[in-house]
């Protein structure tokens, strides 16, 4: 399931990528004459308002929603690795510093201030995936410290110790490399849900701005013409539904192969 | 005998100490909240001079000190802080009302709808768990799973969405969007209203929870216990009975975890259905740039999860006697 899942997210990534050479049309490119098209052999996924491709704005769109999960995944995930080493390599106070911080991260909801905060912002890619990120640490933050609790206790941090490495070196070499897995699998699964978080924004009308299409903006613009023009709503959400799927399938199966001693029973 | 009397007395002072541990983590979200509404462009008044209603400076002036946002941050931290903790949370710029009341007029929406989606869920996941988990890689333990992986990878609004097209539009059984038909006020009424946005928001709660119930069931029934009960001849219904008196424990707490972001699905279920609850009010609050208000909700979200988390812990212990709470 998650090979699978991996050839499908590399096909459409890659189509997202190569949109510019593969895309029928210009992902703004207006033809008034065939304007609210259903699917047909010209335009697979219809046409929308302005007579533009769906297919083509679906491919585009890609580029930038698969860019700011990415992004917004490594963002959260680097944070999150580096606050939750650090309060579980030192312990004491900047342990307790940084996990009441956790706690307080934790406890404002996500989706509403993200909302206040991407009000602010002029809404280009990078400072997407930056708040959406920074708002998406805290639960890499908590497995880390638990898996760098129970490393630094290891002999082989203590024989590291005992020749004099310093503790930024100790947590580069040894304590991070042995937390690998958790931390890649959570950077897997945030991906998804940067990937969620990005569309509900743009469909709110916070996000991404048009005319730069993205999965979210693009549901924005279709919801008024639901009744009429339902693909228009229909393969934007299919596009983030399949491509969410498979990057938790991909971390399913990551979890799986790093972890023997998970057992997920099926 | 002993034992059993400093047992009885700890979870108490745990309460307690559960308790007074909130005061900081409440604390530091009011300071975080205030930064962000700080850091709005133009500051908090940025949005009323933008509206080109107070032209005349002196008007500005007044207004900015009436505000007191012509003080110094940590002053009008401390003054906001010492209003709210005393329950008023400031006077809305959008309406002129105080921010409390209209947070309190809008709650009853909102909890009837997380309490419908939220006991929904939790019927629907429990047979679903225990059937999946009974019948193991059936037809149906597939069925489930694919459709719970779906129902996670699902943009909550793209579903609502979708439903409301064939529910609401194709097909009309049910209405699109709002609580009641205007002229109609019967009960029947509101609850075939109440029936889209309740499913919608319980989606990805079935599809984790039921995940979830699965593999714990199916982890309980094969411990010893099981086995014993099995060799005693024990018909397989009272035997899964069994195991599900076990297996529900850690699903019940994650349950509990999950009421606090419940409120962060209100706020997309309740704009697209145009549910009149908090979520709703926030969204219109962010787009009049009324940030007394977005504070407030902002303020009560949280206060809301830190309550749940506190709920779940309880939950938890009270429920597996090996979770001692010292």
């Known amino acids: 399931m998650a090979v699978a899942s991996l050839v499908v997210i590399g096909l459409i990534a890659l189509a997202c990528m190569a949109a510019p050479l593969i895309a029928p049309y210009g992902f703004d490119a207006i033809d008034l004459s065939s304007i609210r098209q259903p699917p047909s052999a010209t335009h697979w996924m219809g046409t929308d308002d302005l007579g533009r491709d769906l297919l083509t704005r679906v491919l585009y769109g890609g580029r930038v929603s ?201 | 005998m002993d034992a059993a009397l400093t047992d009885r007395s700890a979870p108490g002072g745990w309460l307690a100490r559960r308790l007074l541990q909130m005061v900081p983590l409440v604390f530091g979200i009011t300071i975080v909240l205030f930064a962000v509404i700080q850091a709005a462009p133009g500051g ?98 597939y069925l489930t799973t694919g459709l719970s992986f779906a129902g996670i990878a699902m943009p909550v609004f793209w579903f609502a969405l979708i439903l409301q097209l064939v529910f609401a539009v194709r097909l009309g059984w049910l209405p699109v969007a709002g609580t009641g038909t205007v002229g109609d006020t019967s009960l029947l009424d509101h609850l075939r209203h109440l029936i889209l946005p309740a499913f919608v928001l319980s989606v990805r709660y079935i599809a984790g929870w039921s995940r979830y119930l699965r593999s714990s069931l199916l982890a309980t029934l094969r411990a010893d216990y099981i086995r014993t009960a099995r060799a005693k001849g024990l018909p397989e219904r009272r035997v899964i009975v069994h195991a599900l008196r076990n297996a529900l424990i850690p699903v019940i707490s994650i349950m509990a975890l999950n009421l606090a972001d419940l409120f962060s699905g209100a706020v997309i279920t309740e704009t697209i259905f145009a549910w009149p609850g908090i979520g709703r009010l926030f969204i219109q609050a962010m787009f009049s740039r009324d940030y007394p208000l977005l504070m407030g909700i902002l303020l009560m979200g949280s206060v809301m999860v830190i309550i749940f988390n506190l709920i779940a812990d309880l939950v938890y212990g009270a429920l597996d006697p090996r979770i001692r709470h010292d």
């Not at chain 1, 606050?83 to 956790?102: K, P, S, W």
């Not at chain 1, 743009?202 to 009744?227: K, R």
Request: proline residues 6%.
């Open chain 1, 66 to 266: 698969i860019l700011i999960g990415v992004l917004a995944a490594f963002i959260g995930t680097a944070a999150g690795s580096i606050i939750g080493a650090l309060a579980g390599f030192h312990g004491g106070r900047t342990d307790n510093v940084l996990m009441r911080m956790t706690d307080v991260a934790y406890a404002i909801p996500t989706l509403p201030l993200l909302i206040v905060l991407s009000s602010y912002s002029q809404s280009a890619i990078a400072s997407m995936a930056m708040i959406i990120g920074l708002l998406s640490w805290m639960a890499t933050a908590r497995v880390v410290r638990g898996e760098v609790l129970s490393i630094r206790e290891m002999p082989y941090v203590e024989a590291a110790r005992s020749i004099g490495a310093g503790g930024l070196r100790i947590i580069r070499r040894h304590v991070l490399p042995n937390a690998i897995g958790p931390i890649v699998v959570g950077a897997t699964l945030a991906v998804g849900n940067a990937i969620i978080l990005e569309s509900s924004l743009s469909f709110l009308g916070l996000g991404v701005q048009p005319p730069t299409p993205t999965w979210g903006n693009m549901l924005q613009d279709a919801q008024s013409t639901m009744a009429s023009k339902p693909w228009l709503t229909i393969f934007p959400g299919l596009a983030i539904l399949l491509v969410v799927l498979s990057v938790n399938f991909i971390g399913d199966g990551l979890q799986d192969a790093l972890d023997p001693r998970a057992q997920t029973g099926g």
């Open chain 2, 44 to 141: 908090p008044e940025g949005a009323l001079l933008e509206s080109g209603r107070f032209i005349d400076p002196q008007v500005i002036e007044a207004y900015r000190h009436r505000l007191g946002v012509d003080r110094p941050v940590p002053v009008q931290y401390v003054r906001w802080l010492t209003a709210a903790v005393r329950g008023d949370l400031g006077i809305s710029f959008s309406t002129t009302r105080p921010v409390t009341a209209m947070i309190v007029e809008r709650l009853p929406a909102t909890l009837e709808l997380m309490a419908t989606a939220f006991g929904f869920a939790a019927i629907v996941a429990l047979g679903l768990g225990i059937f999946s988990a009974v019948r193991q890689y059936s037809a149906f333990d």
